[in-house]
Nanobody, 125 residues
Framework: VQLQASGGGLVQAGDSLSISCAVS????????MGWFRQAPGKEREFVAG????????YYGDSVKGRFTISRDNAKNTVYLQMDSLKPEDTAIYFC???????????????????WGQGTLVTVSS
């Protein structure tokens, strides 16, 4: 299973950016998918998740109301729309697949099976 994140870049505070994660080797249908991020010198942080059927989504407190996760099962791709970006959103963003993940573990990065290589998002002030 391979996850390929793309779409990162340099934007200004207040801008929007959409990143995507294409999965190959296994379907994402009925699979929990997540986005995490890691800023320099900080621990990996949960950003957003999409539960198995895609109808239930959940977000980290720091991005609620600004970020939106979505998925296209037919394309085996997950997206993260980021609006009203702030300099503190600067990080490497990773997508992850949690095959067999239980609901109570949805925020725990250690419970995800597969990870993409990450895409860098830089927000200037």
């Amino acid at each position: 299973v391979q996850l390929q994140a793309s779409g990162g870049g340099l934007v200004q505070a207040g801008d929007s950016l959409s990143i995507s994660c294409a999965v190959s080797g296994r379907t994402i249908r009925n699979t929990a998918m997540g986005w995490f991020r890691q800023a320099p010198g900080k621990e990996r942080e949960f950003v957003a998740g999409s539960w198995r059927d895609g109808h239930l989504t959940y977000y980290g407190d720091s991005v609620k109301g600004r970020f939106t996760i979505s998925r296209d099962n037919a394309k085996n791709t997950v997206y993260l729309q980021m609006d009203s970006l702030k300099p503190e959103d600067t990080a490497i963003y990773f997508c992850a697949a949690g095959y067999g993940l239980i609901y109570s573990s949805r925020f725990d990065s250690d419970r995800y099976n597969y990870w993409g290589q990450g895409t860098l998002v830089t927000v200037s002030s």
